[in-house]
Nanobody
Framework: QVQLVESGGGLVRSGGSLRLSCAAS????????MGWFRQTPGKEREFVAG????????YDADSVNGRFTISRDNAKNTVYLQMNSLKPEDTAVYYC????????????????????WGQGTQVTVSS
């Protein structure tokens, strides 16, 4: 049974940092491309960052603008999202997701292409 478990969310002041983790079990992370998405009430799930199984990264430039970094540690079966210079508009539930293989980094932004999802972790940024 595949499980993705996010952690690291919480309450932080504007300008602060958080590092989210996504621990995967039941799959071999090195064979999967991973993505981070976020969602606020009443809005669609929004792509934040993705990383191919090969390590190629992509970000939503408009929302992230160099503040976030996605990384993976295949030995630990874990993906991370380092978030710096946080803003109140970053407040959301953050989800990690996994999709088998994947060679086209541009496809990582489409949430329907993912096979597995975590339960989400809340990030709240106060002004």
């Amino acid at each position: 049974q595949v499980q993705l478990v996010e952690s690291g969310g919480g309450l932080v002041r504007s300008g602060g940092s958080l590092r989210l983790s996504c621990a995967a079990s039941g799959l071999t992370l090195s064979s999967y491309s991973m993505g981070w998405f976020r969602q606020t009430p009443g809005k669609e799930r929004e792509f934040v960052a993705g990383i191919l199984w090969s390590g190629v990264r992509t970000y939503d430039a408009d929302s992230v603008n160099g503040r976030f970094t996605i990384s993976r540690d295949n030995a630990k079966n874990t993906v991370y999202l380092q978030m710096n210079s946080l803003k109140p508009e970053d407040t959301a539930v953050y989800y990690c997701a996994a999709r088998r293989g994947g060679d086209v980094v541009g496809l990582l932004k489409f949430w329907r292409g993912y096979d597995y999802w975590g339960q989400g972790t809340q990030v709240t940024v106060s002004s």
